[in-house]
Nanobody, 120 residues
């Protein structure tokens, strides 16, 4: 059994900051890519940021310069630091990871999501 659990979602004012965390648990050998995606009501899920096991990052155009993704491999955890938040950042944020279990191929896992609301 492997699962991802997000935390840190909250209600914040425009211009504020928030830090999301996603911790993987279960029988894990290694984790390759980890990432954050978000989905607002009535819209498709979109890429926010990804990070490889080696630390290479990729960001969606709407968050470049404002969000930073990082990871702690020893703790099997990925973070998303969100600064200069805008109302359009309001969404459910989901964590995703490619996880290798002992003796098994990679498994793609999604968390259940955490709500981020940016409102004045």
């Amino acid at each position: 059994q492997v699962q991802l659990v997000e935390s840190g979602g909250d209600l914040v004012q425009p211009g504020g900051s928030l830090r999301l965390s996603c911790a993987a648990s279960g029988s894990i050998l290694t984790i390759d890519h980890m990432g954050w995606y978000r989905q607002a009501p009535g819209k498709e899920r979109e890429l926010v940021a990804t990070i490889s096991s080696g630390g290479s990052t990729k960001y969606g155009d709407s968050v470049k310069g404002r969000f930073t993704i990082s990871r702690d491999n020893a703790k099997n955890t990925v973070f998303l630091q969100m600064n200069s938040l805008k109302p359009e950042d309001t969404a459910v944020y989901y964590c995703n990871g490619d996880i290798r279990r002992p003796g098994r191929p990679y498994l793609n896992v999604w968390g259940r999501g955490t709500q981020v609301t940016v409102s004045s």
